[in-house]
């Protein structure tokens, strides 16, 4: 029996043919977070700015599947299978909980990470030189050291400084820990206040009123999430809070030196466009953020402070880069 086929169908063959073909040739970078705040979205669009830098463009030569795990373990590891499932050329996950999904959901994926705060204590990598294996990445720790001493050169009565945080999350314990040593050698105490859920992060502040003088808010994605809920208290009793991140006080808190966290993410995005030139990621040094972007931004929300009491010298908005009023 002969089957003839018309023209047009034809050409609609050929053309989905070649259209199947060019998409089987963009190779696959898999991005995922564990939740979306404003730093981890810079960071996201600083890798595709890296990315982009090196030739690898959406749509031309790459496709990118980004998934959101909306704050859900259970669902950031479902993620993680759907990824082993797809064959990514490279997977990239922002912060430690997805860092940690992804390294124990997949096998054999280069995995290259953003925003971990420290990936040694986090077992993400076994060292920051020559880490081996098939991840590496960027750590945003905070410049703890110049935070403090804003804070001090904005509150120069401060002895006791509130900690809010998930002890669950290993970034979180990693940066009480810097926090301490840093604290105690400017003859200050830290008094930890357990926030394990977002739910509870409104009772973890208010149990700080009257045993602090500020309060500190690291990179904490449990936290962060109800940032405005703690400004809220801070400023409902005249007790200053403080962010490890600058878009913390765009946000509301009275002030933070920190980092340009699509500046992280093009860092990251740089070496996600190694991995997929061929690097091995065992063999690229995992980068700490604030050592290669020597810049750190010192950003004042000065209506923000003036409500919770911060009364800030002149020298010290002379100083800022940014004062929101």
């Given amino acids: 029996m002969t089957i003839r086929i018309g023209t047009a169908l034809m050409a609609a063959l050929v053309a989905g043919f070649a259209s199947m073909a060019a998409a089987q040739e963009l190779r696959l970078v898999a991005i995922s977070t564990i939740v979306e705040v404003p730093a981890l979205m810079q960071s996201r669009d600083g890798i ?39 064959n990514p050329a490279v997977i990239v996950p922002i912060t430690t909980p997805t860092a940690q999904a ?63 945080y998930n002890p669950g999350l290993d970034n979180a314990i990693a940066t009480l820990e810097v926090l301490k040593v840093e604290a105690a050698a400017r003859g200050i105490t830290v008094v930890e206040s357990a926030s394990p859920t977002t739910n509870e992060v409104i009772l973890a502040t208010r149990s700080l009123v009257g045993k602090v003088e500020a309060v500190y808010v690291p990179n904490d994605t449990t936290v962060v999430a109800a940032l405005e809920a703690i400004i809220k208290v801070g400023q409902d009793v005249g007790m200053p809070i403080f962010t490890g991140e600058t878009d913390g006080v765009r946000r509301g808190s009275a002030g933070s030196v920190g980092l340009d966290y699509r500046a992280v993410g093009h860092t990251a995005g740089l070496m996600v466009a190694d991995v997929l030139d061929g ?42 880069d940014v004062v929101i009023e």
């Fill in 279 to 320: 690097k091995d990621p065992g063999t690229i040094d995992v980068v700490v953020a604030y050592e290669v972007h020597d810049k750190l931004e010192t950003v004042i929300n000065k209506g923000s402070a003036v409500k919770m009491g911060i009364v800030i010298p002149q020298a010290v908005l002379d100083a800022a």
């Fill in 102 to 164: 992804m390294i124990s959901g997949t096998t054999g994926i280069p995995i290259v990470f953003a925003m971990v705060t420290d990936p040694v204590k986090a077992g993400l990598v076994p060292q920051f030189k020559q880490p081996g294996g098939r991840v590496t990445g960027v750590s945003d720790a905070e410049p703890i050291g110049p935070q403090l001493d804003l804070i001090i050169s904005m509150v120069p009565n401060l002895k006791r400084l509130g900690f809010v």
């Fill in 48 to 86: 595709l700015d890296g990315l982009a830098e090196r030739g690898y463009v959406e749509g031309k030569n790459i496709r990118i599947d980004y998934q959101n795990a909306n704050g859900s373990m259970p669902t950031q590891m479902q993620i993680a299978n759907k990824f082993m499932g797809e």
